[in-house]
């Protein structure tokens, strides 16, 4: 735990938060700054920088947590549907330095959009050369 995260004061108590889920491992709370009403973020009491500094059963059991909160989120919310994500580092826009998982609620013409579009159709050979760059690095 980390005394200067604000993840970390909320998950002990230190800090305000309105929650909609916790446990021995995970707290849930609503974002403070929302994309949409009911946005929603699932956190490791244990601090951890990003999914890289996590370790894999508790990315597991975040994924596993916010499975289960998202259809309570698009229920209460009357949504039409949503996304899950995580940031990790500047360059993807993590602000918060505690892993943690966004739960957004989306509704039909809803004026929020991923920041880039999909730009074109990549190459069977590009894509082959990348996978096997991913592979030799993952070890699989």
Same mark, same amino acid.
């Given at each position: 735990?980390?005394? =200067? ?19 021995? $491992?995970?707290? =849930?709370?609503? $974002?403070?700054?929302?994309? @949409?009403?009911? @946005? ?6 244990? @601090? ?10 508790? =990315? ?18 009357? =949504?039409?549907g ?6 990790a ?10 892993? @943690?998982l ?6 039909a013409?809803? $004026? ?26 993952a070890?699989?």
């Open positions: 735990m980390s005394t =200067a995260c604000v993840f970390c004061q909320i998950a002990g108590g230190a800090a305000p938060a309105s929650l909609v889920y916790e446990d021995a $491992d995970i707290v =849930a709370f609503l $974002d403070l700054h929302p994309v @949409h009403a009911g @946005h929603t973020l699932v956190a490791p009491r244990a @601090h951890a920088v990003d999914v890289r500094d996590c370790a894999p059963g508790l =990315a597991a059991r975040l994924f596993e947590v916010s499975a289960r909160l998202a259809p309570a989120v698009v229920a209460a919310m009357n =949504a039409d949503f996304n899950i994500w995580t940031a580092g500047r360059a993807a826009g993590q602000t918060v330095f505690h892993v @943690h966004h739960i957004l609620p989306r509704f013409g809803d $004026d929020f959009r991923v920041p880039m579009g999909y730009p074109r159709e990549a190459a069977r050979d590009e894509l082959e050369a990348v996978a096997a760059r991913i592979r030799r690095i070890g699989g």
